[in-house]
Each structure stands twice: as C-alpha cells, then as structure tokens.
C-alpha cells in the first residue's frame, strides 16, 4: 500500500505534462506524482470534446478511478488551476487540497478577446497560423530573459498542439468562465487551498489570484517576486518548496 500523498500536477494552454518535469524529479521522492496530458494536447486524443471546464475536470475523475488513487492533491498552473477549482467542487470527496499555480476563477473582456482571437486564427488558417502567436505567447509568459528557458518553453508548446481541435477545445472551455465565472461557487472548497502568483505574472496577475484566494475558505495566498506566468520554469525551487511544504503541512 503506497501511503505517500499523491499528487496530481495539471497543466495549461498548450503545453504538456513535460511542462512538469522540475517539478516531478523533485517531487517524487515524497509524493507519488501523476502528471498527464490534458484533452486534445501532446498524447491525449480530442475526442468528443464539448468546449467546458467540466468536461476536464471529469477527464481528470476518470483517470483518477483508473489508477485507484483515492484522495489526490491537485497542483494546477493556469488552466490546470481552474481545471481543479472545477475538480474541487464537483468532486469533493477525492480531493485532499488544491495548489493554484498562476491560475484564476474568471475571465475579463480582456482574456476574453485573448482566447477568440486564438479561436478565429486557428478556425481559419489551422495550426500552422498560431506558430507565431505561440511563440510570442510563450514570451510573454516570461519575467526573465533567459533565452534557454524561453526557447524550451516554446518547443514545448509547439509539441504540445498536434490536433488544431484540442487547442480550440481548450480555448472554448476557458471562454465557459468568462460566461460562468467559477467565483460564486467557490465558498463550497472546504479543503485546504494554496494560491500562487507571479509578481509580473501578466496573463494571469496577482490580482486574479487575490480573487480565488478571497473566495475559497481560509486559503493561503504567496506571491513570488521578479517572475512571470512560468514559475515551473523561473522559480522552479522557490515553487518546489512551497508545494512540498504546503501539502506535507496537511
């Protein structure tokens, strides 16, 4: 019987599990770590996507009952953070706690244009028209300027896109919030809640972190300093450290 917490690390737009690979070799020598590819992205079929958060949060269930895992500990980043928000509150019972990694509960107008402007290019000129767009995103997600980091971030999500239908899922099913926003619901998470933020996060800032970490009973907010979105990449100790902590805690 394997008595280490397990943790579940879930990824964001246009990546893959690989996006986890700091994390996953220092992770597992105490948490048996389970990191995947999310619904139309790198291994992971389309199938019959329906455009919703829900949908991945029930991806997410049905993997878990495979494994067997009992209670998990989830550590999304992005959209893998409202991922498991959605996990949370419609899976109460498998969920030991939540770490919230650049994440947010809501979309603005603004993220709003971000994600149908990616729809429309992909509708009309297929993956091929989002390479720049990727590249320029994967930028963007970065404070340092470390160009081996940018540029294996970048490789990354290229790999990450292999079917245009994922990348428009994906899309579609972060748009879902901006009209169902998950702020309402989020007083129901009554497990123990961890919210990270990047200083100079400018995707998803400090400020949509303070959002999930007021609406979620007695969760913890950090904001780590002179970083971007990528902390997997940028702080990849600092973030180590508090994951680690954070769970062993509970």
Known sequence: MNERPTAVLIHGLSETRKVWRRQVSF????????SYDVRGF??????AADGTVRQLADDLAQLLSAFETGPVWLVGF?????ISQRFALDFPGQTKGVVLIASSCAVGPHGQKFFEHRIQQIEKGG????????????????YTEDENLIEEYKELRVAAV??????????????DIGENPLTPELNAIRCPAFIIAGEYDPYCPPKASKMIADAI???????????????????SDQLNKHITSFITSH
């Open 217 to 235: 009973p007695n969760a913890k907010l950090s904001i780590i300093e002179n970083v971007g979105h990528c902390m997997q990449f940028e702080a």
């Open 127 to 142: 993956l091929q028209s989002i390479v720049e767009t990727n590249n320029s995103d994967a930028r963007g997600c970065f």
């Open 162 to 175: 292999r079917d245009p239908a994922g990348y428009l899922n994906a899309c579609h099913a972060m748009l």
């Open 78 to 82: 992005s959209m893998g953070g409202v």
């Open 42 to 47: 790198g291994d992971s079929p389309t199938g």
């Open 27 to 34: 992770l597992e020598p105490t948490f048996r770590v389970i």
